[in-house]
Structure formats: C-alpha cells, structure tokens
C-alpha cells in the first residue's frame, strides 16, 4: 500500500523531472518513494543548501519547475541561505522536507514553520489523508507567485499507508496580467505616441520580459521605433537583434554605451525592478528624459519613473506594437546613426598587472574568444562578477544563471551547475567564481564535477582576497588582514575529485580551453581553471558603488 511519502513523491513527479538534495532521516522515506515509483531524477549534492541553490539554477536555466528536499533539524537549517535567495529573487521551487512528528518536537528540533517564514516562504505539512492535495497546493502556490514553499513531512507520518494515490489533477494558475479597460488602453495608446514621436528612443528588458515571453515583441516594438536596446544583468540576449544592443544597463555596462542610455528622449522599461545597479544610482537616464515602466508589481519601483503600466510584458509590448504601427511613424533612425560596435567595447586590459599577476579583464576577453558558444555560464557572488557580465555574450537570458545575487551571498556557485546542467543535457556549463566564495561551496566542487562532467568548465578568479571588501573597506584604511585568503590551490582541489585543472598564470595557459572544447565530450573531464589575477584591478561597478557611497 502507497504511504504519505508515495503520494509526495508521485505527485511531485507529475510536475517535476528533477530533485535535488541530501538523504537524511527525515526524507529517507520520500526519496525511497521517488526512486521506486516515479520517473523523476533524483541528483545528489553534498551540503542541503546545495540543493535549494540546484533547484533555483534548473529553474532559471529552463523555466521548468524543480524541486529540493532535506532531512529536518540541521538538514533544514543549512538549506536557509539558498531559500532565501529562491524567495528574493522570484523563483518557484518546492523543498520537500522532514519535520518533527506530529506529538511534538524532540531536543534537536527546531521551529521549522517559523525559520521558512522568517525568510518569506510558506510551509505546508502534509497530514495522513491529504498528502497529494497538499502537494498540489504547494506546487500551485511556488507557480502562482512565483515564491519557494516548503512541504513538510513529519517524521511519524511519512511510513504511513495512505491508500491509493490520487490521479494527477491540473494545476490551476492565473493567466498573465491582462491590460485592460479604458484608462489603461489611454495609457498604452499615449505611450506608443511617444515612442513613435521619440529621436532616441530606448527599450530595456529584465529578467521578468524573459519569463512573460516578451522577447519577439520587444524585437518587433524596438525595429518598429528604431529603438537602441539595452537589458538587466538577467535579461541578457532577451532582443532578438544584437546589432543594437548597448548591453547590460548599470555599473556592467561600457561607459559608452551607458553615455547613449543617458541621452534617451523616451525609455520604456519592461519586466525590471530598476534596482540601484541597473539605474547607476539614479545616473542611468538623463534629466528631460521620459521613463516609462511595464511591471507586474502594483506600483512604480523608482522614483524616475514617468508613467507606469501594470500589466504583463509581453501583452503590453504587443499592444504598444499594434499602436505603433497603427500610428504608421516612421523609426527614429538613431540607432542606425550611432557605433554601438564600439560603444559596447570593454577595456581588454594590460595582460599582467602591477603586481605581475594577471589583469582579470584580459583572462576574460581572452576566453570570451575560447568558451564554447553553447554556454550557459553560472555565476558566483562577489567582485569578480562584472567580468562575465562585461565580457562574455550569452544567447538568452536563461543562460545566465546568478543564484545568489538578489540575497547578496556568495558561495552558491558550485551548486548551480548541477541544476543548470540538468536543464541543459546537451550545452556547456561554465562556471565564474571566486576563491572566497569557492571556498565556501567547496562541499559541492565533487557535485559540479560529477554532474557536468566533460561539459562543465570553472574559472575561479583566485586573487587570495575577498575583493569586495578590501575594494570598499580597505579603501577606507579598515585592516585588511581579515579581507585576505592564503592562496589556494583549487587545481588541486579539484583534481582530486575528477577533474583536469589548470592553473593559469598566464594567458597562454588559457589556451587548453580551445584543446578541450575540440574533444569529444565522453573523452574529456570536468575542467578547472585556476586563474591567479591581481587584486588590484578595481571593476568598474565597484568603482560606480564607491563613487555612490563615498
């Protein structure tokens, strides 16, 4: 006879193709449910907040939901970080987790409920009658506001016989926020009026365009204005036309392209929250310039905004695109007047800095030319981050996974790429890391290795420092002696779990990559790149937050 944890797990798999987590006492029975009974891939990582962060990166990687689980206790407490950073950043996830038995909690037991509520996401614990239902209300919930939920199972309760499982049932989620009525129809009309009357129009996307599916019609609506594009550090590649991109808007972005942003007569902006990096710290648009933003949230989230459209993305670029063309305007022409090929050129570097170890900037123009275009690139958190950002294109902002960045952690690296290449069987994984944060994921090393195998690649910017910190804080005279690492030798760590490394202390060692790339993927390992860089090369976003802060 099927037992609670049967009904999680059949049910959970009806939605899910993969899991990701650590076996403990408290999931023992749920994993035991999925391997027998289910079609859905169970990967094991090392650290349970791996899990959550491998979940969140197959999410971001592929639109697809996944799911997490855990043990209770600690099991559940080392999973906090990376649930916190599903519920900043928007990303649906289910953690399937133990709990304490329904009597009440024992010595070791902690306050589960009040722990996932206290970073944002709802907990539903499933009861010997109503596992399945509650399964599908978690599922439906993650899905509907776009948010992780919890879904416990106490520990006496998970061997129960339950009966059969129920059929699979289809979920029910609203429709996309559908502009609608009078005053809202004005506003669209008076919006594409001013893009189709606008001499430098732009058009900026983020992470949330990408999700509703705006990318066409935002190609459609920038040909249609002869608008200069420009996206969030997770919307890049959303416009299907790259010849008039200026790149990621704020701090990642060239000085020059950013100069052209600036100049806009009328910038739209869609699916992005105009953080304080995105918008340079208010700098990003000129004085006299109209900004208008198309969200889903219930208000404007800056102040420069002109004018708001609640709706969602791709219906509003759809109907600004109708009226556009209705107006029969004429494009701006901008676009085809200004070298954006040159505005978006990053400084290469001076290959070797002052203190002859190797300028960041050169080892990632270098390998801008080497990295297999098929990539996905996952990234770490920390000063090294600008660098694939500024140098390496991805083709779609689903292969540019930032786990991490909405909760500011580092130390997630490793354990997104197991979910990134679960969501990608056939791409290659590259990861960006730093050693500070390297170190702290070092658990997950062995998972990344193994999942990605002979499609995976780790560059990791090993400057032996936290850069953030003694950019901001050594700066200001604090000690620098916490701010630095002993130099590590990630070559070695990572050889010895399965993976070929090299160390590369100048640019031509970088040339293996090319070498490994032309192999088959069933002949080659896992490869680490141990880049010994200069921490004295400052990133130009962290040279514009200090600048803010000073």
Known sequence: MPTVSAHVARTLAAHVDHVFGVMGNGNAWFLDALERGTDAAFVAVRHEVGGVVAADAHFRASGRLAA????????????LTGL???????????????????????????????????????TYTVGRTDAAATTVIAIE?????????VLAIPYDVASFEAGEVPETVPLRLPAPLTPAGDFVER???????????????????????????????????????????????????????????????????AEAAMELVRQADVAVVFGASLNQFTMRFGELFGPGGHVAQVDTAPTAT?????????????????????????????????????????????????????????????????????????????SDGGHFIGWANMYWPVASPDRMIMVGTAFQSIGLGFPSVPGAAAANPDATIVL????????????????????????????VWNDAVYGAEVHVYGAKGLAEGPMRIPEVDFAGLAAAVGAEAVVVHELADLDRVAAWAAEPVADRRF??????????????????ILHANR
């Open 302 to 378: 800056h102040p420069h905004v002109g004018a708001y459209l609640r709706g969602d993305a791709r219906l509003v670029a759809e109907a600004l695109v109708e009226d556009v063309r209705r107006i029969d305007a004429s494009a701006s022409g901008w676009r085809e007047r200004v070298d954006v090929a040159a505005s978006v050129r990053h400084d290469p570097g001076t290959g070797v800095a002052g203190d002859g170890r190797l300028d960041p900037r050169s080892v990632a123009a270098r390998l801008a030319e080497l990295l297999p275009e098929d990539r996905v690139v996952v």
């Open 527 to 544: 490869l680490l790149l141990d880049c010994r860089v200069s921490d004295r090369v400052v990133a130009p976003y962290q040279r514009e």
């Open 141 to 149: 919930h993650a899905l509907a506001y776009g948010v992780p939920t």
């Open 432 to 459: 960006t890391t730093g050693d500070g944060g390297g170190l702290m994921a070092l658990a997950d090393l062995e998972s990344a290795v193994r999942t990605a195998a002979g499609r995976g690649i780790a560059v």
């Open 68 to 79: 997490a689980t855990a043990t209770y206790g600690a099991g559940f407490t080392n999973a």
């Open 187 to 253: 506003a669209i009309a008076d919006l594409a009026g001013r893009l189709a009357d606008a001499q430098r129009p732009v058009l900026l996307a983020g992470r949330g365009a990408w999700l509703a599916g705006a990318g066409p019609a935002l190609g459609e609506l920038a040909a249609a204005t002869g608008a200069l594009t420009a996206t969030t550090a997770l919307g890049r590649g959303i416009f299907p036309d790259a010849r008039y991109d200026l790149g990621v808007a704020g701090g990642f972005g």
């Open 84 to 122: 916190a950073e599903a519920v900043q950043a928007g990303v649906p996830l289910v953690l399937v987790v133990g709990d304490e038995p329904t009597s009440g909690p024992r010595p070791w037991g902690v306050d589960q409920i009040a722990l996932a509520s206290a970073v944002g996401a709802r």
